[in-house]
């Protein structure tokens, strides 16, 4: 229930008093802007002022590294000096930052300083407190709170409480108060637009405002609206394994960001925005969502696909992307029998099974050589590791190796710094090489000349052998495609043909990324990233087991918290939520592990969520919020020619209504198709994998690369029963369908698929009425 303030009626008495609420809460935002104004001025002030300063002390740390440092003492002189300067340059560049972050989020006050208020009376005290919530926290030259940040422990009595006791958590514990009042509000321009008194959790009116809106390029923050549920995954700070089962629309990826929000403000000392990793399901959805986080003063935290992932793994190999598997399944109707099996944690427990029983003759070493020599030879490194002690792990006994092995080639090289060759080419060396050669060490420290002359013999061959010296430090000296083949030939001999005849090709097929990467790791004691303290990943579902084992694996001190829609998995059959949980608390071992999920979908109006629930046959548990809209329509056409002229019709009309309305495909092919067929008559845009901006008007996509976003309207070309007739087809058409959220229009040529047809018939429009049932 809420009670809305009427801002205009003055016919009614009431109306009166409520009147004079309004202008009591105007008057405080404009004395709050005006406060808002006056820091600004001064922060911007002591901005300008940081700048100065820093690239004063930048000009004189320039100054100071380039004195003259021919003398020892002088130069340990500079030295100190330069350290200071260095110390000072990066303090300036800090407190810079900090000034330019409390601008950032000035400014974001200034547009809307807060959305809640909130009168509390706690435990003990006679007088009620009025709080008043925002986007960031500030205080007044008395220090008193004009604005508390939504992230403050006191604010979750705004996203959780209803009127009567409440209690929080605060850093002294729980906390019981009595809540008298909750009120709403929308400023813009300094201006209330709109004002509520709620009891409810956050109430449905600002809501439906929200969701009201029109997409666009960004996605936006959800702090004054957070509903309970989100607010449960934002908060969370108890479980280092979070699994969230979210319908289409239910707000996991606004959960995510809030979320990240909340962690950076509540571990300011102890955390930063690069210790925190995004993966997301394309480079579209990373533009989408990048404002979100800046909006509320904070930095971004890092962002990556999968995709991206492995190709930086595997420089110099194509890896096969979850769009091109998706396509190529497309293309045979066949999913790989051995993949399904390599996408298992089995298959990666196989793979460290394997090392722990790896005979020393099996490990697949390389020679390394130089165009001219053939430095080490792969039996001279096996004999190396076969010299040390069997009961050595095995990531210790490759360390070991290569530790002896980078011994003796200091040693080579220490030998031949005063060989023909070398001397030779001294004598040759001219001035310029000559001192270049020497770097920091000037003549004067040489008291004689043998010592200079073996020093630069050193740096000649030391040269000549970087290369070798490359490929010990970074593993090359163990051909780790071979060793997975030799794993293969053990674990599943029926997929080694295919993995090495793609290998020939340079390819990687995206079902042997995790286990290989695996192997590497596990073998030389390599490939994990500890200083990452939050992974988050956004679309779960496209993710195989394997895969998250292995990102686990990598970021190994990370909090995990993984977020998706079973009913949206397009790539394979994902495990349910709750059997995923149970298999990785199995595997992981995490110390405290939460399954949460969300039902309730936001995105799309009333209608376009009854239709979609239809779609699934269990698609009950699905609530819609109610948010008025029209029927989803169902236009159908008697052939292909009489298609195209109604996709070319609804797409011009919903132009002149939205700003983004998308017509989304089942797979690239059929939009490259459409693509061709609509030709420049109709102004659009196809949309590819290696796009990171989505161009207003119409937009052409396969699903895949709809996936996390959102638009006014959706068409789908052809929802005809050819099209989706299989049943891992139906999740294509309901994750299409759950991209829209005003408009939903079907087109079809000739009958319909059955997935509609299942579909109550109240619960579209048709066009072109044939009969269905
Ligand atoms: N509490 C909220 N207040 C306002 N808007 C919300 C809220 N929760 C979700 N939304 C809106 O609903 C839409 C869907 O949210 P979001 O993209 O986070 O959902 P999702 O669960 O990640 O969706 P999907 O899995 O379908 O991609 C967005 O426009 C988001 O802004």
Not at 412 to 432: G, P, Y
Request: glycine share 4%.
């Amino acid at each position: 229930m809420f009670v809305l303030i009427l801002l205009s009626t003055k016919s009614w008495k009431g109306a009166v008093v409520l009147d004079k609420e309004y202008s009591f809460e105007q008057k405080r935002v404009t004395h709050v802007l005006a406060q808002i104004k006056n820091i600004l001025q001064k922060t911007r002030q002591e901005y300008r002022k940081a700048q100065a300063e820093r690239s004063s002390v930048e000009k004189n740390y320039v100054q100071n590294a380039k004195i003259n440092t021919f003398e020892v003492d002088d130069q340990m002189e500079t030295n100190a000096e330069v350290q200071q300067q260095k110390q000072l340059v990066s303090k300036n560049i800090e407190t810079e930052q900090i000034l330019k972050r409390q601008l950032a989020v000035l400014g974001e006050l200034q547009k809307s300083p807060y959305f809640g208020r909130i009168d509390i009376l706690e435990d003990g005290e006679k007088e009620q407190e009025t709080l008043y919530i925002g986007t960031a926290s500030l205080t007044d030259q008395n220090n008193n709170f004009l604005i508390y940040d939504w992230r403050a422990p006191i604010s979750s009595i705004y996203y959780n409480g209803t009127l009567g006791a409440v209690t929080y958590t605060s850093p002294q514990g729980k906390q019981q108060v009595d809540l008298l009042k909750k009120r709403q509000f929308t400023i813009k321009d300094g201006q209330i637009k709109n004002m509520f008194d709620t009891n409810e959790t956050v109430g449905d009116a600002l809501l439906q405002e929200m969701l009201g809106q029109a997409g666009d390029e960004y996605m936006k923050n959800i702090v004054a609206t957070i509903q309970q549920e989100q607010n449960d995954i934002i908060r969370d700070t108890r479980h280092d394994l979070l699994i969230v089962q979210g319908v289409a629309g239910s707000g996991k990826t606004s959960a995510i960001l809030q979320r990240i929000a909340f962690l950076l403000y509540h571990n300011r000392t102890a955390l930063n925005a690069d210790q925190i990793v995004l993966f997301s399901p394309n480079r579209l959805f990373s533009h989408y969502i990048s404002e979100v986080l800046p909006s509320l003063g904070e930095r971004n935290m890092r962002q990556v696909t999968l995709a991206e992932f492995f190709a930086q793994r595997f420089e110099g190999l194509e890896v096969e992307t979850l769009f091109d598997h998706f396509e190529k399944q497309h293309a045979t109707h066949a999913w790989q029998a051995t993949d399904t099996q390599k996408e298992t944690i089995h298959f990666m427990q196989k793979v460290k099974a394997y090392l722990l029983n790896l005979p020393s003759q099996n490990l697949c070493f390389t020679d390394l050589m130089l165009a001219d020599e053939v430095v080490f030879t792969k039996e001279e490194i096996a004999q190396v590791y076969a010299s040390l002690p069997n009961a050595l792990p095995v990531a210790l006994r490759f360390a070991d190796t290569k530790n002896i092995l980078i011994k003796q080639l200091k040693h080579k090289i220490l030998a031949q710094r005063n060989a023909d060759w070398v001397l030779r080419r001294i004598n040759e060396l001219d001035d310029e090489h000559y001192h270049s050669l020497l770097g920091d060490y000037q003549r004067s420290r040489f008291e004689q000349l043998k010592s200079e002359e073996d020093y630069l013999g050193y740096q000649i061959v030391l040269k000549k052998y970087q290369p070798i010296y490359d490929a010990l430090y970074n593993d090359y000296f163990i051909d780790i495609y071979r060793q997975y083949t030799d794993f293969l030939e053990q674990a599943l001999p029926q997929a080694r043909t295919a993995f090495t005849e793609l290998l020939e090709f340079h390819k990687i097929a995206l079902a042997d990324c995790a286990p290989l990467l695996y192997l590497r790791d596990l073998l030389t004691g390599t490939g994990q990233n500890r200083n990452i303290q939050y992974l988050f990943i956004d679309e779960m579902q496209d993710y195989s087991a394997a895969q998250l084992f292995y990102l686990k694996y990598t970021f190994a001190n990370a909090k995990l918290t993984l977020l998706g829609d079973s009913e949206q998995a397009l790539f394979r059959k994902m495990q349910s939520p709750s059997e995923l949980m149970e298999t990785l608390k199995h595997t992981l071992s995490p110390k405290n592990a939460r399954l949460i999920e969300l039902n309730k979908s936001y995105r799309a109006t009333k209608q376009i969520t009854a239709f979609m629930k239809a779609l699934l046959p269990d698609g009950e548990r699905i609530q819609a919020f109610t948010r008025p809209g029209k029927l989803p329509e169902l236009v159908i056409a008697p052939d292909s020619t009489a298609t195209l002229t109604e996709l070319r019709r609804k797409s011009a009309q919903l132009l002149q209504k939205y700003e983004t309305v998308a017509i989304i495909t089942r797979n690239l092919q059929e939009a490259q198709q459409l693509h061709f067929k609509l030709g420049s008559a109709q102004p659009h845009t196809l949309i590819s994998a290696k796009d990171r901006q989505l161009p207003q008007g119409l937009v052409l996509l396969p699903v895949y690369l709809a996936k996390g976003l959102e638009f006014d309207a959706v068409i789908i070309p052809d929802v005809s029963q050819k099209q989706y007739s299989s049943e891992s087809t139906r999740g294509i058409l309901y994750t299409i369908c759950s991209r829209a959220m005003h408009e939903l229009i079907l087109l079809s040529t000739e009958t319909p698929t059955d997935f509609i047809r299942q579909v109550p018939a109240s619960l579209f429009s048709i066009e072109r009425q044939v009969k269905l049932h």
